[in-house]
């Protein structure tokens, strides 16, 4: 009997997408706990998102809304998925640290339901191979246990470039115009600053969506395809122009500072930058062995296709290899120093697979016996469970908590618990703080930390990351508090900043202000301490 003749079988149903969502998340974050990042102290950028999104809520909680709506107003955030997110996620969940990462599942739901969309036809067995197959990779694992806009933004921006590439703009409704219109504002709004990026894939996907329409047997008019596509450019531009226009100033400073400074960068070196997100040291952290695999199925996929005269099909798949050659220049033109930049081309890269795989069996079940269905589900659960552990032993080696967890908390809890017991002996609601270093411990934990407690103290902090001994002691001069660390800190500090390879000096420069005093100090497992001084006289000091 051949496939083709036997009953359609159902897509796996919305409810199982969510709890094999949640499930997913919830081992891992129980895994990260133990071997991985969150074994430690909140690490950045999670903690901005924390710090920003605990915030709101209290002002929700004590305000009301429309006081919240009115901060998000005048203090627009910097991403406003990932702040609402952890808001959400806190105000569900209760303050606990875990809640925000147990909130990542819906973004993992989210392209779980993309990727039944697009395996819908197929049978469940076949489905659930396939969803189990897309959530081996390990950038996928990083979209739950790390808390930064890359990752989702990068998500949300490869599913709106897959279901424009994927249907001719003609073959579609205006919900479906709406809806894709939708899903790249929310990729715009989840990382405003990469939103020149998520616009120039937006418009080469679209038009992509419309020469379809034009080349196809049926011969859509060139401009009609194009007034319908610039519906859902329309419908975007509107749904994130009050966020852009409030934060217009702050956007285009981050932009303009962030690459226009070699700190950020990691080579300048096209031999390196060339292979960075492939091979290279983010690769391997991120796509490792998955990279090969789906090299070598994309290959063979498009191969058949033509060979199999499925000519929409390939060309659908040879779009989608545009875009996703696009996805990976981007950020290696940039060379920056972030192994998540390139989060649209991972999650491209895997949508193309899925798209190639589904396109192929679907040829396969119309022309052979029910025994390939069989030797296909075989082929696809054995390269999952290959990958699977591939993507387990990139997670979880070594397996043991990362040298400075126990530092980083012994720290940070020493050094916060000191600072709120002066600030309440001396009554302060507000108190400006001069970190020499950043890492672990910083003014973002601290402000958390102090929001959990519900502690009404603004706490400013101040850092700089260039190794100019003047703007320290401009800094100096106008803190209240001083939190200093001798170098050799084993992580707990970022020591490859300029000014973190300058530690022993700017400790010096500390210790020779007779104006602050030490108030507390904590040893760390390497020898080295960390400190906080307090100011010992009012001159200067900010109120």
Not at 199 to 210: D, P, R, T, Y
């Amino acid at each position: 009997m051949n496939i083709s003749d036997m009953p359609r079988q159902s897509s796996v149903s919305t409810g199982s997408l969510l709890l094999l969502s949640v499930l997913y998340a919830w081992i891992l974050i129980n895994f990260s706990c133990e071997y991985g990042r969150l074994a430690t102290v909140i690490e950045y950028d999670d903690i901005v998102y924390f710090s920003d999104g605990l915030a709101r809520l209290r002002i929700f909680y004590e305000k009301g809304i429309f006081d919240f709506l009115l901060d998000l107003g005048r203090n627009p955030p910097h991403s406003p998925f990932s702040t609402l997110l952890a808001a959400a996620a806190f105000a569900a969940f209760g303050i606990r640290d875990w809640a925000p990462y147990l909130a990542n599942s819906f973004v993992v739901f989210a392209m779980l339901l993309l990727v039944r969309h697009v395996i819908r036809n197929m049978p469940s067995y076949a489905q659930m191979a396939i969803l189990l197959f897309v959530l081996a990779p390990y950038f996928v694992m990083a979209t739950v246990v790390e808390f930064r806009p890359d990752l989702p933004a990068g998500l949300f921006g490869a599913i709106a470039v897959f279901l424009a590439v994927t249907r001719p703009i003609t073959e579609t409704k205006f919900r479906d115009r709406f809806f894709l219109g939708c899903i790249f504002a929310l990729a715009l709004m989840t990382k405003p600053t990469a939103s020149l990026f998520v616009i120039v894939m937006m418009l080469v996907s679209l038009g992509f969506s419309v020469y379809r329409s034009y080349s196809s047997p049926r011969g859509a008019a060139l401009s009609s395809a194009t007034l319908l596509a610039a519906q859902c450019v329309v419908i975007s531009v509107i749904l994130v122009l009050p966020y852009y226009y409030a934060n217009w100033g702050h956007l285009t400073q981050y932009v303009k500072s962030a690459t226009g400074s070699d700190i950020w960068v990691y080579s300048k070196d096209w031999g390196v930058k060339l292979r960075m997100y492939l091979n290279g040291v983010y690769g391997r952290q991120l796509l490792g062995g998955f990279l090969y695999v789906y090299v070598a199925a994309i290959v063979f996929f498009g191969g058949a296709l033509i060979i199999s005269e499925k000519r929409e099909s390939a060309k659908v798949l040879g779009c989608l290899l545009v875009m996703v050659s696009m996805a990976w220049f981007a950020p290696t033109y940039l060379g920056m120093g972030n192994p998540f930049f390139a989060a649209t081309f991972y999650y491209l890269l895997l949508f193309a697979v899925v798209y190639g795989f589904v396109e192929l069996f679907d040829f396969f079940v119309k022309t052979r016996s029910a025994r390939f269905y069989v030797y296909a589900f075989c082929a696809v659960a054995v390269v999952f469970f290959l990958s699977l552990s591939y993507a387990t032993m990139q997670v979880s080696a070594p397996r043991s908590k990362p040298a400075h967890s126990d530092d980083s908390l012994k720290v940070s809890q020493g050094i916060f618990e000191a600072l709120e017991t002066d600030l309440a002996a001396t009554a302060r609601q507000s108190a400006t703080i001069y970190y020499t270093a950043t890492g672990y411990i910083n003014n973002d934990l601290f402000t958390y930390y102090s929001n959990k407690r519900n502690k009404k103290i603004q706490l400013r902090g101040l850092f700089v990351f260039e190794a100019d001994e003047q703007e320290w002691l401009r800094l100096l001069n106008i803190s209240d508090y001083i939190v200093a660390c001798d170098p050799g800190t084993g992580g707990v500090a970022n020591e490859n900043f300029p000014s973190g390879r300058l530690l022993g000096k700017s400790m010096a420069l500390v210790r020779s202000r007779s104006d602050f005093a030490e108030i507390k100090s904590v040893k760390m497992s390497t020898g080295a301490y960390y400190y906080l001084f307090k100011r010992v006289e009012n001159v200067g000091v900010s109120k």
